[in-house]
Structures are given as C-alpha cells and as structure tokens.
C-alpha cells in the first residue's frame, strides 16, 4: 500500500512538473512574437510621432528602423514552427508582420519620400493628409488586431498561459490617440 502511494504521488508531481514545463514553453514562444510585435508597435510610434511633430528631417532615419524591425518579424515568423503543431497564434502574427512590411514598403515610404523632397516643415495639409492616412490603415488593421486577439485568448485557453498585452496595448493607444 505505501509503494502505491508513493508511486501514485511521484506520478502526479510528474504530471504536475511537466505541465509546467509545457505553460513555460508555451509562454516562451508567445512571448517571442508578442515581444516582436511590441518592437515594431513602438517603431510605429516613432515614426508616428516625427510625422506629428512635422520634423521631415528624422523621417527617414525612423522609417528604416521600423523597416529592419519590420523585416525581421516576417523573416522570424516565416520561419517558427507551430507550437505543438498549433500554427493559429503563429499565422494570426504572421498576418499581422506581413501587414506591417507592407505599409512600411507602400504608404511610409511613398508618405516619408514625398515629405523629405520638401525639405521643409509639414504644412497643414500634409497633416490632414498623414491623419487620414493613419485613419485609413488603422482602420486595415482592425481586422487583424481582432484575429489576434482571437488567436491569443485560444491559445491562452488550451495551453493555460497568460499573456499580458498591457504594454502593446498601451502602445497602440498611443498611436491611435497621435
């Protein structure tokens, strides 16, 4: 009866250990690509901010840093595997990355090349112009954001990891209130 016992409790302390083991790696690899996503939110807020500020002059040195951060995510996610296999949390960044790469490559390029030809201080309407811009791409990205959101609560729900958007959050607000 005592070995049963001991037997019995080394096997829940295994399950126990290795449950945890699986919450650490599952929230490792979500903070990988919560990080990432974090990095490029605060890059666009960089950027964000020079255009707001109306200071042509440091446009370009904040779009090649986003475009760097940018690029890397989409080389780092094409790259993951799947947690387990499970590719949703994983694609639903990937989406997210590729959106991203593409405003960066499109609209802050074309927005970024057209302010420094001027070489001068932005003008009333290149303020309105990069507002409605903005506008338009937050509204593009809600999409994704919601797929994200999505793809983060059921990998939260199946793997039992929290993860704490907080920061990001704080972030997008910001952007979105500039």
Do not use: W
Not at 40 to 64: D, H, N, Q, T, Y
Not at 109 to 127: Q, Y
Not at 143 to 164: G, H, N, Q, R, T
């Amino acid at each position: 009866m005592k070995k049963v016992v001991i037997i019995s409790l080394a096997l829940i302390f295994g399950l126990l250990f290795t449950s945890a083991c699986s919450k650490s790696e599952a929230s490792k690899y979500s903070d990988v690509l919560y990080d990432q996503h974090l990095r490029i939110a605060k890059k666009i807020l960089a950027l964000v901010k020079v255009f707001k500020e109306g200071k042509p002059l440091s446009l370009s040195k904040r779009l090649r840093e986003l475009k760097v951060e940018t690029d890397k995510a989409v080389i780092m996610v094409n790259e993951m595997e799947g947690y387990k296999g499970d590719t949703e949390l994983r694609d639903a960044y990937q989406e997210n990355f590729d959106f991203y790469q593409s405003i960066v490559d499109n609209e802050y390029t074309e927005l970024v090349g057209m302010l420094e030809e001027r070489n001068t201080a932005f003008s009333h309407s290149d303020v309105e112009y990069i507002q409605r811009m903005q506008e338009t791409l937050n509204d593009r990205e809600e999409p994704l954001d919601e797929d994200l959101k999505i793809a983060i609560k059921a990998f939260e729900d199946k793997y039992s990891v929290s993860i704490d958007r907080s920061d990001l959050e704080k972030a997008i607000r910001r952007i979105t209130r500039q």
